[in-house]
């Protein structure tokens, strides 16, 4: 995914004070807060017992923020598919697909190729095909809160493929596409996909009919699947803008099942990148943090929980202390667990009567793996194709999957005469509505040096975490064998016979189930943060003592 770098030029040339900020003002009309310290607390994973303890129940809680909402508010400016949390009614929302003809395309040659086509483009987005379509694989993932609907425009020609070389000449093509293209013979009503009424095209979805560079053996690396939101587009409420974009070659409907078959794992991964997800796999390929087998990493299984979490599909139990979840109720309730640091607080918002959670903090996550979930089986058992997923090479059963989360945001706030700036770790919402939100955290080393071409640390005037490695990641996947607990900086990435670096899949090894204990003593190196003497840093120091026990 390629994201746009102009959002931290425009923030951070309001910046010219730096200092650590802790949370918002709290509010004891509005709150009550709970200090908790449970070092040394035991959580007991139960096939029999009740769920008991220090725990919060998922419908005792109120996420604080989704991507979507935090965006709506206060991120600096990227717009995703607007989406409904646990709690509120399911939603709708139209996607707009337009189809891009290039001049000097092999593909389509004739009427009869040009339907063919278009059938295999519907099928991927929301038809029939052996794994699941990006309509049904949402819907799924969403527990039903989200129904997607892709809507196909008549092609539209320009000229030839080589011209299109960069983002910024993929949108003007997708924009004209949308402003003078149409749908069955007639104009195209922007309106018609802009679902929160904000002025802008919820998102939209380019099919283009030329191959892929790798494909083609082109240099023109702009001719891949990629994600992109053009910030500098302004809002019109009377006729919606396009903004935010997929783009994808045709090719990839043939990549898992061949030419008969329409494949749609890529469009699902790139529409995971419209919702507002990152990727979950190292650009550079120093590190593995999730283990491939994941729909934002290798293109492959189902979303984790962190993922649904994050989008607000699933609300957590919250372990505090000494508590017992039942299995069978974690199950049913399509939820996951989450385990707090020693030292933390519980806000309780006195309107709902809930608690609140922000996803976009630290703290460990556990997750039931169903592996006859369709999205895992299918892959799974198959051996994916373009990933070669042999059996002894990923997941054959069913298991619990552990996840160390370190996402906190990065909380700037323009007081007047003094600027802020830190990560901001509460549960609570950021009442000033004079800061932002900046996500900085990514799963790739040097991270936002990678990402933008602004180097975000200097700007900060912060020492780089290292000059080689980040040393953090947004979520990271604990092995249950400590034999896959490999150096962090290079976590889950190994040196083939041929000298060749290579990613190491998750198997059944990664797997926590009956009978199984976790330490985090014994798994120190996965909480490793690695950062030196900057004054906006991670601080683990020993924040995770929680054992759990899998009875």
């Given at each position: 995914m390629k994201v746009s770098s102009l959002n931290l030029k425009n923030i951070f040339s309001l910046l010219?004070?730096?200092?650590?900020?802790?949370?918002?003002?709290?509010?004891?009309?509005?709150?009550?807060?709970?200090?908790?310290?449970h070092n040394?607390?035991?959580?007991?994973?139960s096939e029999s017992e009740e769920t008991s303890g220090d725990v919060i129940l998922p419908s005792d809680v109120k996420l604080t923020y989704t991507r979507s909402k935090l965006n709506?508010?206060?991120?600096?400016?990227?717009?995703?598919?607007?989406?409904?949390?646990?709690?509120?009614?399911?939603?709708?929302?139209?996607?707009l697909v337009p189809l891009i003809h290039f001049q000097d395309s092999p593909i389509i040659i004739s009427s009869v190729n040009r339907a063919t086509v278009e059938e295999k483009i519907e099928a991927a987005f929301q038809g029939e095909n052996p794994f699941l379509s990006v309509k049904e694989f949402y819907k799924r993932a969403s527990n039903n809160l989200i129904n997607l609907e892709f809507v196909l425009t008549?092609?539209?020609?320009?000229?030839?493929?080589?011209?299109?070389?960069?983002?910024?000449?993929?949108?003007?093509i997708i924009d004209e596409a949308v402003r003078n293209g149409k749908i069955d013979g007639n104009a195209i009503n922007t309106n018609d996909f802009d679902s929160n009424k904000d002025g802008y095209i919820d998102a939209v979805y380019a099919i283009y009919d030329v191959h892929n560079f790798k494909n083609s053996k082109s240099e023109n690396q702009n001719l891949w699947a990629y994600t992109f939101d053009n910030v500098n587009v302004t809002p019109n409420k009377s006729k919606p803008k396009t903004r935010h974009f997929s783009w994808a070659s045709y090719d990839f409907l043939d990549e898992g099942y061949g030419e008969v078959l329409s494949d749609p794992h890529t469009l699902i991964h790139e529409t995971g990148h419209l919702f507002g997800?990152?990727?979950?796999?190292?650009?550079?390929?120093?590190?593995s943090?999730?283990?491939?087998?994941?729909?934002?990493?290798?293109?492959?299984?189902?979303?984790?929980?962190y993922s649904k979490m994050s989008l607000g599909w699933m609300n957590p139990y919250i372990v505090y202390g000494n508590a017992t979840i039942n299995a069978g109720e974690l199950k049913k309730n399509n939820a996951c667990v989450v385990i707090l640091s020693d030292k933390n607080e519980l806000t309780l918002e006195k309107s709902t009567n809930k608690y609140l959670f922000?996803?976009?903090?630290?703290?460990?996550?556990?997750?039931?793996?169903?592996?006859?979930?369709?999205?895992?089986?299918?892959?799974?058992?198959?051996?994916?194709?373009?990933?070669?997923?042999?059996?002894?090479?990923?997941?054959?059963?069913?298991?619990?999957?552990?996840?160390?989360?370190?996402?906190?945001?990065?909380?700037?706030?323009?007081?007047?005469?003094?600027?802020?700036?830190?990560?901001?770790?509460?549960?609570?919402?950021?009442?000033?509505?004079?800061?932002?939100?900046?996500?900085?955290?990514?799963?790739?080393?040097?991270g936002e040096k990678n990402r933008a071409e602004t180097d975000f640390f200097d700007i900060l005037g912060l020492e780089y975490i290292d000059d080689k490695f980040d040393y953090f990641n947004e979520i990271t996947l604990i092995a249950k064998e400590t034999k896959h607990e490999n150096s962090y900086e290079h976590l889950y990435v190994y040196i083939d016979e041929n000298n060749e670096k290579k990613i190491e899949n998750a198997t059944n090894e990664f797997l926590f189930d009956k009978g199984d204990t976790f330490k985090p003593v014994n798994y120190k190196n996965y909480f490793v943060h690695g950062a030196k003497s900057n004054s906006l840093r991670f601080d683990n120091n020993e924040l995770f003592s929680t054992e759990i026990y899998f009875n």
């Open positions: 010219t004070m730096f200092a650590m900020t802790s949370c918002g003002l709290f509010n004891a009309d509005k709150y009550d807060r709970k200090v908790v310290n040394e607390a035991k959580l007991n994973i709506d508010d206060y991120l600096d400016g990227h717009k995703y598919i607007p989406s409904p949390m646990v709690g509120e009614e399911s939603k709708t929302v139209k996607i008549d092609w539209y020609e320009v000229g030839n493929s080589g011209s299109c070389r960069d983002e910024v000449k993929t949108f003007s997800l990152l990727d979950y796999y190292d650009y550079n390929a120093n590190i943090p999730v283990c491939a087998l994941d729909m934002m990493d290798y293109n492959v299984c189902d979303d984790n929980a922000n996803p976009f903090n630290e703290y460990m996550l556990l997750e039931y793996f169903d592996f006859n979930e369709k999205a895992n089986y299918v892959d799974l058992v198959s051996g994916y194709d373009p990933v070669k997923l042999e059996g002894n090479k990923s997941y054959t059963k069913s298991g619990y999957k552990l996840y160390h989360i370190n996402n906190p945001q990065l909380l700037i706030t323009d007081s007047g005469d003094t600027k802020k700036c830190g990560f901001y770790y509460s549960n609570e919402y950021v009442e000033s509505k004079n800061s932002l939100l900046q996500n900085i955290v990514t799963n790739t080393t040097k």
